[in-house]
């Protein structure tokens, strides 16, 4: 089996993703093109960071709260 | 990758305690984002006199008031056309119209944007792939693509492990099981119902042995079929297939799935949702294992309109034992046992329409179809069971086992008529078996 990957590296990976994808998104927005597609990416960009930003983000403090 | 047993072993793995927290910081965040975005949410809990910031543990999360099926049909009165105002963002922004199929009155208009699209089938990513779906699946959906969910999501999640799929859309049942000899279809999802229908048809009306296609596992949904072990033993043995329950809603999304170990149960994607399990007499929380109750659920990342302490009015109950296939995320045993509208009580008894169907199902000499009518006769409830005789099945043999059994596995007495083979309606979709005909006073007694 693989090792487990780095979830920090992924967290951070996966957020410059969506950064670079609302930068095009504005770019151009007469463009539907670039920004139409760009929305549509960020919605499959939201199930990565449910997957992996998530978990990642949890604080010690989160856990004593629940 | 293909051995990998986890969609994300991250979540499904994930410490209990650490499950709780997420599933906490989420509800925090979607009760948040419906108070600020939604009239009727807002409404609702400042009725309650709750604020979010209330919400600190996940024991308050029982002080948030419920939401009903019959107060969605209620918003949707209101603007915006044609969902009403418990819809969190703007109108250009939704990208997909679905509606319940009005089974238990008005049907109830579900709008989804692009991310709960996405959201949708990345639930149904962690049906498929633990139920061993692989990129070399070829997957066979015989179902009417329309207005309805039924298996949008998990033509869409398919595709996103990369299967190949084959839409049947509009294809007859004889034509779908042509298709699917022809393509050699590996895997396929339908409801229990259409399951056994269509290997009837298969077998019965076109000489094909369904268990010789290559349909190696089926997925179903809509009815709690594959969650009953004398019809999943039918749908396996018909078609020589594993068949995996699974369980999700229009207004809820797929909240829970049968893995490849077949526990008997069915995990929740507690990732994704937050099931809580109320006492059908009391209201309160059960968190202990074995006792039933009824389900209240919210979907935590659902944004267009979301659904946060739905009464989803099914029963369910938590598995004491955990599953050997090492997910945290815990089991309903038995999977949905059945729904608070169907469980009735007759003469003082709680009658669950599954219990019938456990019985019916696990006698070879009776053919796959059943209808049951509850009525009065003078002050007096009544039980009307039909079922069907396969062909050469003795009845005398059968009649006497049949009696016991119900009267073993629901503590009542029944009127059984029995009915040649072919003659009782046949269903597509969801079969509608159960008839309480007390409910209605104006109707005619069978």
Known sequence: ?????????IHDHILKIKDLLITLESMAPD???LSRNSRRALACIKMMELNFCDPAALEPADTDAA | MVDQEYWNPILETLPVEKLKALQLKKFKNILNWAYTRSKFHRALYDQAGLKPEDIRTLEDIKKIPKVEKSMMRGIQNKDPFPYGDALCVPLEEVST?????????????QPDTWQDWEWWSECWSFILWAQGYRPSDRVFLPFGYNIFVAFWAGHYAAEKLGCEVVPGGVLDTQSRILKIQELQATAMMATPTYVLNMAD????KMGIDPATLS?????????????IPSTKKRMEEAWGAKVFDHSGATEIGAWSYECRKQPQGMHVNEAMFLVEIEDLDTGEIIEEPGRKGKMVITALDRIAQPCIRFDSK???????????????????????????DDITKVKGVLLSPAAIEEVVRSISGLSDEFEVIVDKQGDVDRIKLKVELMPNASRTAIEPFLKDQLRLKTNLGYLIEFYDYGTLPRYEAKAKRFKDLRKKPDAKKE
Request: with cysteine; proline share 7%; aromatic share 8%.
């Open chain 2, 97 to 109: 119209f679905r509606q319940t199929s009005g089974t238990t009155g008005q049907p109830v208009y």
């Open chain 2, 201 to 204: 048809i298969a077998k019965n």
């Open chain 1, 1 to 9: 089996m693989s090792p487990s990957p780095d979830l920090k590296q």
């Open chain 2, 215 to 227: 349909i190696n596992k089926i997925t179903c949904a809509g009815e709690p079929g594959a969650g």
């Open chain 2, 314 to 340: 099914d029963i369910i109950e938590w598995d004491s034992e955990s599953c050997s296939c090492g997910r945290t995320f815990r089991l309903i045993r038995g999977g949905v046992i059945g729904r608070a």
């Open chain 1, 31 to 33: 463009y539907p093109a």
